[in-house]
């Protein structure tokens, strides 16, 4: 008698990265191939008390950059207390077909510690292959070539009734490779190389250091993200002078930023605790900081601003985000998150606390936190690279690379790295225009300008009636 065959089965799957920042663990998860029917993911882990919402998402391309799309939401959970039954609930549902072999799998902690996650697992539907076999023998099943199109065979065609028909039941063996397979290109019809572009108008560039040829992965630094455009319009990667296409990514991860912290209070308002927050660039998209409160019972509002200059020479407060705090005793954890609702601007920043009339709280390990972007491209060793930015007049470029970008987010990547940055075209600053030859012709010019108007004023002044003169002064003498 023949087993009936599973509609499901559960599987491992491979954690590839992991990272635990403000709030939020971060999985990079392999299920080992594509387009999967997946039906439900368990998360492994010994802790007794816990419960986290959880999101499945992957990579996609909206209007040429790659952003975060969630796929699934759950709640995961666990209740192991002494002398009570253990209640949890360590699945949830997702039912997808997984459209890359790589998903993010992200756990909101809150203000908890992260999970100890030891094991991932997976439950796909079960899919079956029906042949017919005319002689007994070996037969192979071929997978792995992404440049083929689906066959097209008269069994499906006919599409018969099989349900009548005896079936043997085979299984697969362990996966091999192909001692026959030839590598090909990693995406041999991307061009590696666009347009020509005049990179005048540029302020900065960086090398590209790559580790060898495919697809790549570069990361934004600090000294990229304090001097490009917010949107990154005007990123260009260049190879000698043209463009290489590139596709932007950008992530739900966050890396952390040390931050000075210096105590600031002002005599005058004693119920206000002030602190400073030197960053190390200006212009850094800043989303969020986070510290630690020492005072184990307070509620407390809080205001992050920084110090502006106007066209006039004023100074002006300009406000990037508050939140209220509120700390009881027993709670698990004492880290606070403000977020931010503006970029800063400058890199001085001032965190106030209005203790009203309590005592000051005690505040330590501030952090700032970013997000981190990425730039995907396809590039050879052949020729260095060059990363330009530092344009406010650029606007996005566009390449036909986006309509690939599915295989470039499936593809295995390189990591480059960018180097040290260097300024191809100095800012114009009122001080650098009055120095040398410019600044002596500017003078020269000014003066002239002034002459030019003296004398005009000068003719322009009524003259003196010389009859009203001279009876004054007859007038005067006697």
Not at 228 to 253: G, H
Not at 394 to 423: C, H, M, R, S, W
Not at 451 to 456: A, D, H, P, Y
């Amino acid at each position: 008698m023949q087993n009936e065959p599973a509609f499901t089965e559960e599987f491992p799957v491979q954690i590839r990265e992991r990272s635990d920042v403000a709030g939020q663990t971060r999985l990079l998860l392999n299920f080992g191939s594509a387009h999967l029917p997946l039906t439900e993911l368990r998360i492994v882990t010994s802790d007794p008390l816990f419960t986290r919402q959880v999101r499945l998402a992957m990579q996609a391309v909206v209007e040429n950059v790659v952003e975060e799309r969630t796929l699934a939401r759950g709640t995961v959970f666990r209740i192991a207390l002494e002398n009570q039954p253990v209640v949890s609930h360590l699945d949830f549902p997702i039912n997808v077909n997984s459209p890359t072999r790589e998903l993010l799998l992200l756990i909101q902690n809150e203000d908890n510690p992260p999970l100890a996650i030891t094991d991932i697992r997976a439950k796909r539907r079960v899919v079956h292959l029906l042949f017919h076999a005319t002689s007994l023998g070996k037969y192979v099943v071929l997978s792995g070539n992404k440049s083929v199109n689906a066959p097209r065979y008269d069994l499906a065609a006919l599409n018969v009734d099989l349900k009548s028909v005896p079936i043997s039941s085979l299984r697969l063996s362990a996966r091999e490779l192909n001692p026959d397979y030839n590598p090909r290109e990693a995406l041999p019809e991307i061009s590696t190389t666009g347009v020509h572009l005049d990179i005048s108008a540029w302020q900065f560039r960086k090398p590209v250091r790559l580790s060898g040829s495919g697809v790549h992965q570069l990361e934004l630094d600090l000294d990229i993200l304090a001097h490009a455009q917010p949107s990154f319009a005007d990123l260009r990667l260049m190879k000698q002078d043209c463009q290489v296409p590139f596709i932007l990514e950008r992530t739900s991860l966050v890396r952390p930023l040390a931050v000075t912290l210096v105590s600031a209070n002002d005599p005058r308002t004693p119920n206000l605790s002030r602190w400073s927050l030197q960053l190390t660039r200006s212009n850094l998209p800043i989303t969020k900081i986070t510290g630690r409160v020492k005072t184990p019972l307070f509620k407390r509002d809080v205001v992050l601003h920084e110090k502006m200059h106007n066209g006039r020479g004023e100074i002006l407060t300009r406000t990037l985000g508050e939140a209220h705090w509120t700390q009881t005793p027993g709670a698990l954890s004492r880290e606070f998150t403000l977020v931010l609702s503006a970029v800063p601007e400058s890199d001085t920043l001032f965190l106030e606390i209005n203790n009203g009339d309590n005592p000051a709280i005690e505040l330590e390990n501030v952090q700032a936190f970013y997000p981190v972007t990425r730039v995907l491209f396809k590039a050879t060793n052949e020729n260095p690279l060059v990363i330009y930015y530092g344009n406010s007049r650029a606007g996005f470029p566009g390449y036909d690379l986006n309509l690939v970008a599915g295989q470039i987010l499936a593809a295995e990547k390189n990591l480059a790295k960018p180097g040290v940055e260097e300024t191809v075209r100095p800012t114009k600053t009122l001080s650098r225009i009055l120095s040398g030859k410019a600044g002596i012709i500017f003078w020269i010019v000014l003066g002239l300008v002034v002459f030019g108007l003296l004398v005009i004023i000068t003719r322009l002044l009524p003259k003196a009636d010389s009859t009203n003169s001279a009876d004054s002064g007859s007038e005067e003498s006697r």
